[in-house]
């Protein structure tokens, strides 16, 4: 499986203070990558750095062989975020919010319409996709998040805490369709801090805390060094372990 | 590019579909300006008519001295006089009376004498109606003097007309197009920039702050579109919707005063000849589109800046202020003749062409120098725009 994104000792600051310090991994093809920490670890700003929205302070990335600070334009072409705080063109439906995103991508017009109906299927949109998007509900504006952020079909999928403040109903249909994105060999990204869905879904983890990455591993390995049962008090322990000791290093 | 159309396109959609920004672009112009136009001209018009009409009330002291003219006084119109008891000029302080006439004894007396006699009027300067009394007591007495004087000749044989020996016509060299554009020179070109800046002021807002307020803003920034692209998109919808504005504005003005004629003081109705030539007309809107160009821009570096509505509602507000008082300034310094320099300042600029342009006078370096300056000038403030733009701490402060 090949690594299609690649963080290099990146680092964001702001006002000098260090939201991301030096994180490195990789997240490869066909595989659901966890990237957990806590409120305010700094996962959002890893995000954001890594999708070219802000620039980092120092370090670099890869998406796909294109660097975020020499292609970026390509880098946001081979990738897709969903971001927390979501918002839509309230004036819209869902279907011209789609419309003028794909038109954003330069998707043709035809290829577009096909790409909205197979997403407006798989996140069963079909019921309110024409109804203007100021109307929605919660599960319904998430799932048109989730079909916005992938309309140009990305190779790369990051899902920022895509679940929070979902019902059980909507949250089953966003973890499967992250499911059968790494069907399809996607690199799916997921950040969270709800340590049951990662555990159901990720193949590896890394945990940020404090804008640092303090481990980077499959879950079975964390949970066997941590000595823990579930990937929750694995989480915790090192969390902890990390409040107790400044010098720990996974 | 096709990028810059898609943004473009969907910002205009978004504004035509908001009732909010719509109103401000195309009903609040095509509704406030005739109401404006005509309205001030009616209240101007109603005022001096009710000024007119108005009937003031006088008080003769010692009338048995001039019984004749005193009766000449009372039969002029709108004159009522009345008896009053006690101080003249207390009374015409309190605006009891507007104004008190004291006649002294010896006035038939003198009048018969053939000698020069004076009479006093009591005013007061405060109450608008004393100088209306003042006024129609002064032209009756005229008439009176004229009256005596008249007789005297008539009794020595001398043909009246001795005495009117000057005469004064005018005649005005301006012509009624001129005259008109005299008159509109003031508000036209400050209608024109205030449209330029309310017509594209919530377009600008909802599609910066107001996208960050909703939380597109991110979204947007994710896709592969150059944080340029972007920029230009929305500021050619920001430009368009307060084009259609100023354009919206004029076209009513012109209506308007093609149906009832303009009169900002209310005194004559001045028939507008508004068959102003092609060339000027170019040139109206050559200069009108520059200043919606800069304006644009400049509301939408200011609206980014802002996080949400609200925010950049309260810093648009004051920069109007900005804008709109030199022009009003230079409006009323008496006999403001502008230099070259004032042509660099924009808005300004506009402004004093605009009135060239409205009174048929061509100055080529004017013209010159306030177009090359507005174009340097959105340029600038577009320039900035992207910059704004471009800046983290403005696109995700919280």
Known sequence: ???????????????????????????????????????????TTAIRTIATVLSPTDGTAKVCGFDILKNPERVRENIGVLTTDIGFYERFSGRENLKYFGQLYEISDQALDTRIEELSKILEMNDFINRKAGKYSTGMKQKLAIARSVIHDP??????EPTSGLDVLASQTVLNFMRKARELNKCVILSTHQMPDAEKLCDRVAIIHRGKLVADTTIEAFKKRTNTSSLEDAFLKIIKERHLNGKFYA | MRNIITIW?????????????????????????????????????????????????????????APLLVNFIQKQDRIKALKIEGDVEEFVKNKKIDAGIVIPQNFEEAIQNQ???????????????????????????????NQILQERFAQQNINPNILSNISVTTKDVATEKEQGGFGLGFLLPLFIVMWSIVGGQYTAIDISAGEKE?????????????????VFGK?????????????????????????????????????????????????????????????????????????????AQSYIGPSYLV?????????????????????????????????????????????????????????????IATKIYSKEEVLFKD
């Open chain 1, 1 to 43: 499986m090949n690594s299609v994104v690649i963080v290099k000792n990146l680092t964001k600051e702001f006002d000098g203070i260090r939201a991301v310090d030096r994180i490195n991994f990789e997240a490869k093809e066909g595989e659901i990558f966890g990237l957990l920490g806590p409120n305010g670890a700094g996962k």
């Open chain 1, 155 to 160: 190779k790369v999928i990051i899902f920022d």
């Open chain 2, 9 to 65: 396109k969907k910002e205009l959609k978004d504004t035509i579909r908001d009732r909010k920004t719509l109103m401000a672009m195309i009903v609040m112009p095509m509704l406030l300006m005739p109401l404006l136009i005509v309205g001030m001209g009616k209240f101007a018009e109603y005022q001096i008519k009710k000024a007119e009409e108005q009937e003031v009330k006088i008080t003769f002291i010692n009338k048995d001295s």
């Open chain 2, 115 to 145: 000698q020069p006699v004076g009479i006093e009027i009591i005013k007061n300067s405060i109450n608008e109606k004393s100088s209306n009394a003042l006024a129609r007591i002064s032209t009756a007495i005229s008439s009176y003097n």
């Open chain 2, 214 to 230: 909703r939380k597109t803003l991110e979204a947007l920034l994710l896709t592969p579109a150059k944080r340029m692209d972007i």
């Open chain 2, 235 to 311: 500021f050619l919808a920001v430009a368009s919707a307060a084009l259609v504005s100023v354009v919206v504005a004029l076209s009513s003005i012109y209506a308007v005063i093609s149906i009832f004629g303009f009169s900002p003081t209310g005194q004559e109705n001045i028939r507008i000849d508004f068959s102003i030539e092609p060339q000027a007309l170019i040139l109206l809107f050559i200069v009108s589109v520059l200043l919606v160009l800069v304006f644009s821009a400049a509301i939408l570096s200011i609206a980014i800046y802002a996080k949400s509505f609200k925010e």
């Open chain 2, 323 to 383: 804008v709109i008082m030199p022009i009003v300034l230079i409006n009323i310094m008496p006999g403001f003749k502008p230099s070259l320099e004032f042509f660099l300042i924009p808005a300004v600029n506009a402004v004093l062409l605009f009135k060239e342009i409205l009174i048929s006078t061509y100055d080529v370096s004017h013209i010159l120098v306030t177009i090359i300056s507005l174009i340097f000038y959105s340029l600038i403030a577009l320039f």
